[in-house]
């Protein structure tokens, strides 16, 4: 049992107090996602996910697990890098059996959200597309069968779930020897200068936009509150090889205002576990 005074029961306390606050505000706003985004990165959330996408590397056949993913922004990526594959191999009719096996699965614990996405999906043409699966699921614990994926990716959402240890393990349970994990997460800036211009950005600025757009001040105080109490880059690393993943590495992005954490590939599971980190 976790103490009153132990890191996760203060995690798992914090987050029932954000989720009583955000979940309204996520069912209202999930129509405005993007414009939210852009608001509150200037954009930049754009280029963060397409950095995401591109070290993941998809390939045609490939079985990958978006989580948190409702709305499709990664998968839709993942799904366009497969097909300029595909394209690139002058329509071969090898690669065209892979892009049939092809499954993308969209895992979000919040059906407006997957309905935004689904939505999304048909304005792209791809309403009928066999390859992408929209799941309502929790990350904490998958519906999916062990060793079945082979590529992992969460962005933006592993700082709102109760118990970060879990949906790290059930990562690491679903990918198979050899399968990609990555993470795209708001993380924490070390640069002095640009930090104090951060904080001033994340305590004033976000929290007004919130109030502008989402009629909701606190829910964005809250939020920026949560980046916080986030586990710093180096931490986060370390709980990672903690759930058996090997060669753990991060990419910070823009001063680390958001962080990349990856795992170039598990190898043997079951084995001692090989942390390496680099900035």
Avoid at 32 to 37: A, C, G
Avoid at 80 to 88: A, C, L, P, V, W
Avoid at 145 to 174: P, Q, W
Wanted: proline share 4%; with cysteine; aromatic share 8%.
């Amino acid at each position: 049992m976790l103490s009153s005074t132990s890191p996760l029961h203060s995690h798992a306390t914090s987050f029932g107090r954000f989720l009583s606050n955000m979940i309204p505000l996520l069912l209202d706003v999930a129509s405005n996602y993007d414009l939210m985004n852009d608001l509150m990165s200037g954009g930049l959330h754009r280029l963060w996910k397409d950095r995401l996408v591109s070290m993941l590397n998809p390939f045609p056949g490939m079985k990958h697990l978006d989580v948190a993913g409702g709305t499709g922004d990664v998968a839709f990526r993942i799904l366009d890098g497969i097909s300029s594959i595909k394209r690139r191999a002058n329509q071969d009719p090898i690669n065209d059996h892979l892009q049939e096996e092809t499954q993308i699965h969209v895992c979000d614990i919040n059906p407006n959200m997957l309905n935004v996405g689904r939505k999304r999906a048909i304005e792209r043409g791809l309403g009928e597309d066999k390859s992408l699966i929209w799941v309502e699921g929790d990350a904490e614990a998958l519906s999916f069968e062990d060793n079945t994926m082979d590529g992992y990716t969460i962005a933006f959402g592993i700082r709102n779930v109760t118990h970060i240890e879990k949906v790290l393990a059930e990562a690491y349970r679903v990918l198979k020897h050899g399968g990609r994990f990555l993470c795209l997460e708001l993380s924490h800036v070390e640069v002095p200068v640009f930090k104090e211009l951060y904080d001033y950005y994340s305590f004033s600025v976000i929290p007004a936009v919130g109030e502008l757009v989402a009629g909701d001040r606190d829910s964005y105080q809250y939020l920026v509150e949560s980046i916080r109490r986030f586990p710093p880059q180096e931490k986060f690393a370390s709980m990672i090889a903690d759930a058996g993943f090997q060669k753990v590495e991060y990419e910070n992005l823009v001063g680390g205002v958001v962080a990349i954490h990856s795992e170039v590939g598990v190898t043997e599971k079951g084995i001692p576990t090989i942390h390496g980190v680099v900035g």
